[in-house]
Structures are given as C-alpha cells and as structure tokens.
C-alpha cells in the first residue's frame, strides 16, 4: 500500500537539526521581509546589523529634517555663506535656543516595544499625518525605528532581554541624532543644504516643475498637503517596485509589451519600394 505523507509529516520525520535549521529559516526570511516592507534600502541577505542601522538611520534623517523644517527658523544662525572659522567663533551649539531645540527633537525618541505589524508600520509611514514636504515626523520615525529594531531583536538570537536591548539601542540613536544636529550648524555645507529646503518649502517650491497630485500645475501652486501626498505616493511606488510583488508585475508588464511589439512588426505592412 503507498502511503501519503503530508508536509508536518514530512517536517516531523526529519532530524531535529535540520527541522530546527529549516524553521530557523523560515523565520529569517519573514522577519527580513517585515523590515524590508518599511524600509526596502534593507538588504535581502540582511543581519540585524543591517536593521539596527536602518532604524538609526532613519531617526537621523528625521532630526536633519526637522531641523530644516523648524530648527533653521527658532535657532539664530549667522549670515549665509559663513564659513567653517566663523561657524566656528558663533558657536551656535552652545546657544541655548539650539539646546532647546535639540531637546524637543530628542524628547521624540522613544524606543519600546512595537505593537505594530508589517501592515500597520507600512500604513502608518504613509499616512498621510506622518510626513510633510520636509520628510517623517520624529514621533513616527521613532515609532518605525521601534519596529525595526523588535525585527533586529528577533533575528539576533542569544541577545539580553528585549527592554534591555532596546534601552540601549536608544542611547545610541539618541547620541547620533544629537551629534547629526550640531553638524547641521557646524558644517557650512550642511547648515546650506537646511537653510535651501527650508526656503523652498516655505515658499511653496520644493516641486518645482513636478505635476501636482490633484491635477494641477505643481510646483508653486502645489499645497504643503499635496506635496506631502506626493511625497508618500512616490515613496510608496519605490516601495512597491522593491517587492517581489512589483518585480513580477514589472516584468510581466516588460514581457507583454515585447511581445505585442513582436505581434506589431509582425503585422506591419513591409514599405514600398
């Protein structure tokens, strides 16, 4: 008599080795698919390395953002085309507006455990109160750093408990946020890149040139609100074009149109001689 067996069976018949190495695996595999979903720069073949920096990452570019955003207006800076000695003799780190601000940026750090899942944090970096033609909040951008950091956890077996990882993950995301600020006004590239995106965003010409996302001319015409929905729209494009799911449609889109050029040149009426 021939006899079935199902998968579990199969899985259950194996040594426990290459059960445990299989399972080991799977879990690999989708807790990277979690964090590449949220931030698709991840690699494939990632560690929790790679997460971690990921998650470091993104609050840095958050306190970069939000110093463009408001810090370049609270923080008395000196006058434009300063160079790095004068920079230096104005000492705008040691003002105490710049203190404050840095602050109110790193009160938005909170690292804890996540609650959220692969659909949640997806959603809520494209919500539309999340990000602004400048770039994600702090508060959110601490929140998906949350998440990643619980996938890193979850990848990097034999670790201390999982307050105690985060707590220090945070210190340290909490001191490269607060040395990304002080380059901000001590670099005079980077304090001119900040003082530019502020200009154009607060005169409405950030997307310049680019068509608005209810139809009008952009650009200047464009609402802060549409060029956040832009934004969010063309982050999530780049998300999709990532996926597994967005390279199979690209390449079946790139398959049917060679072969409806085949059919077409095929059909063509040869030209006359």
């Known amino acids: 008599m021939v006899q079935i067996f199902t998968l579990r069976e199969r899985l259950a018949a194996l040594p426990s080795t290459v059960r445990r190495r299989a399972e080991t695996s799977t879990l690999r595999a989708s807790v990277i698919a979690d964090a590449r979903a949220v931030a698709p720069e991840i690699p494939r073949d990632a560690d929790a390395g790679h997460l971690e920096r990921a998650a470091r990452r993104l609050l840095r570019r958050a306190a970069q953002d939000e110093f463009a955003r408001e810090g370049v207006a609270r923080v008395p800076l000196p006058p434009e085309d300063t160079g790095r000695a004068e920079l230096r003799r104005a000492d705008v780190p040691g003002e105490a507006s710049f203190h404050a601000f840095v602050e109110d940026v790193l009160s938005a750090v909170d690292i804890a455990p996540s609650p959220l899942e692969r659909d949640d ?9 999340s990000s602004d033609a400048f770039g994600l909040s702090p ?49 005079p590239l980077e304090l001119k890149v900040a003082r530019e995106r502020h200009d154009q965003v607060v005169q409405g010409a950030a997307d310049e040139g680019v068509a608005a996302p209810t139809g009008g001319s952009g650009g200047a015409h464009a609402t802060a609100e549409e060029r956040a929905d832009l934004g969010r729209r063309a982050r999530s494009a780049f998300a999709f074009a990532q996926s597994e799911a967005g390279r199979a449609a690209f390449g079946a889109l790139r398959s049917g149109a060679e072969r409806a050029y085949e059919r077409y040149g095929s059909t063509r009426t040869p030209p006359r001689t």
């Open 121 to 129: 944090a997806v959603a809520l970096r494209d919500a539309r109160g």
């Open 139 to 187: 508060e959110v951008a601490s929140d998906l750093a949350s998440y990643l950091l619980c996938r890193a956890y979850a990848l990097a077996q034999g670790r201390e408990e999982l307050e105690s990882y985060l707590e220090g993950q945070a210190e340290r995301i909490r001191e490269e946020v607060r040395a990304a600020l002080v380059r901000q006004v001590r670099v």
